[in-house]
């Protein structure tokens, strides 16, 4: 199986970037990515240093996909994601919009915490339990070039939790080869992730994609074996909680065959909201497949 090293570290989501690999669909790659925090937190007393690193969340590739034009869709399968490094590391960001409240004297808290056993040694107290995913994962748009910060209508930074092993990710496509890249791993994420910075993690990630002819989406689409879910991003936050409950609603009326009104009485009492990024307003509106 082909592996694609982590470097050059990429944090754009470009169509201008020659590919790094490129397959067939239903083909699987290997992927490595660095951590978010671009290797700056590697060993006990290292901190992050935005002088020097300014960019976050570098991604691998592109990856083109044969037969992929605009219009269609990439189905990203992830079988399985391990740590490329036995350990992640995290650090006290900026409370942003949380100053209000706390106050601005938070310390840097970067420390390096060890994998082990399907754990994460977050303090000699606490062991967090190793539930890995992948924070950005997107495709190149046709116009203009978003960075690896935000989520949009291509994927990106979404920060979603679902985005997981054994989960299957739908992204539209926009250019030729649909140019998919990934990266941004975590070996744990709460809801929210309140300082920007999750348990990051430098990993391989298996992943195989199918190709989807003549179907465009208008936002990404999560699935797994238990429930399916919609994405949008952007503030304000119940903004993005509408819009990502409409296109769940749409997803329902087109392929499950429910009458969109009796998908959104259903939803009010069993619909359930996964959060990424706070300060980026990316949610997925989820329903369990039992109800479909």
């Known amino acids: 199986m082909t592996r694609i090293p982590a470097e050059p570290l990429i944090y754009e989501f470009s169509r201008h970037l020659p590919p790094r690999a490129t397959i067939a669909p239903g083909g699987r790659l290997l992927v490595e990515s660095e951590d978010a925090l671009s290797g700056q937190i590697s060993s006990p007393g290292d901190q992050r240093d935005k002088s020097t690193v300014p960019k976050s969340n570098p991604v691998n590739g592109p990856i083109e996909i044969e037969g992929a034009e605009p219009g269609d869709v990439l189905s990203v ?90 989960a299957t990710v739908h992204l539209p496509v926009f250019v030729s080869g649909g140019l998919l890249f990934l990266g941004d791993a975590h070996a744990a994420m709460g809801h929210g992730e309140l300082s920007a910075s999750g348990l990051e993690m430098s990993a391989v990630t298996e992943i195989s994609v199918d190709l989807v002819k003549n179907r465009a ?68 509106a989820k329903v369990r497949r039992e109800y479909l």
């Open 217 to 284: 989406l208008a936002w990404p689409r999560i699935e797994n074996d238990v429930e399916i879910m919609t994405v949008t991003s952007g503030a304000p936050a119940e903004r993005s909680i509408a819009r990502a409950y409409a296109e769940l609603i749409l997803w329902m009326e087109a392929d499950f065959g429910w009458n969109r009104w009796k998908a959104y009485d259903l939803l009010t009492h069993v619909g359930e909201i996964s959060v990424g990024y706070y300060d980026g307003g990316s949610v997925a």
């Open 77 to 166: 399968r992830i079988h399985e994601i391990q740590p490329w490094r036995p350990q992640a590391a995290t650090y006290t960001g900026a409370p942003k919009q949380l100053c209000e409240w706390l106050g601005t004297d938070v310390p840097p808290g970067g420390h390096v915490c060890p994998i082990a056993d399907g754990m994460i040694q977050w303090s000699d107290e606490i062991s967090i339990p190793y539930t890995p995913m992948l924070g950005c994962i997107g495709t190149a748009p046709e116009w203009g070039v978003p960075t690896t910060g935000p989520g949009g209508p291509h994927g990106g930074n979404m920060d979603i939790c679902e985005t997981a092993p054994g």
